[in-house]
């Protein structure tokens, strides 16, 4: 069993801050990508943010800049701090991380565990 959790969300000002934190545990035997996507209402889910095992990241165009996205490893948890939040930023944030499950003592499972969404609103 694996649990990816989300905290951090909430109703903020226009150029104000928050910063999500995604915690996961269980049997995990090894974590690879960590990433945050967004939804919108009436929108497709996008990816926000991304960051690999060595630290490499990328993100959207909308947030370059603004958002940081960050990893800790020895606490299985990833980060995303956004700065100069917009009402554009509001939506439900999701956390999605790529986990490897070890099955036994010769059989590995690689998949992609999501978090419940927490909702950041700002305010105009």
């Known amino acids: 069993q694996v649990q990816v959790v989300e905290s951090g969300g909430g109703l903020v000002q226009a150029g104000g801050s928050l910063r999500l934190s995604c915690a996961a545990s269980g049997n995990i035997f090894s974590i690879n990508d960590m990433g945050w996507y967004r939804q919108a209402p009436g929108k497709e889910r996008e990816l926000v943010a991304s960051?690999?095992?060595?630290?490499?990241?990328r993100y959207a165009d909308a947030v370059q800049g603004r958002f940081t996205i960050s990893r800790d490893n020895a606490k299985n948890t990833v980060y995303l701090q956004m700065n100069s939040l917009s009402p554009e930023d509001t939506a439900v944030y999701y956390c999605?991380?790529?986990?490897?499950?070890?099955?036994?003592?010769?059989?590995?499972?690689?998949?992609?565990?999501w978090g419940q969404g927490t909702q950041v609103t700002v305010s105009s």
């Open positions: 960051v690999s095992t060595s630290g490499s990241t």
């Open positions: 999605n991380v790529e986990i490897t499950t070890r099955e036994d003592s010769t059989n590995y499972l690689n998949a992609d565990y």
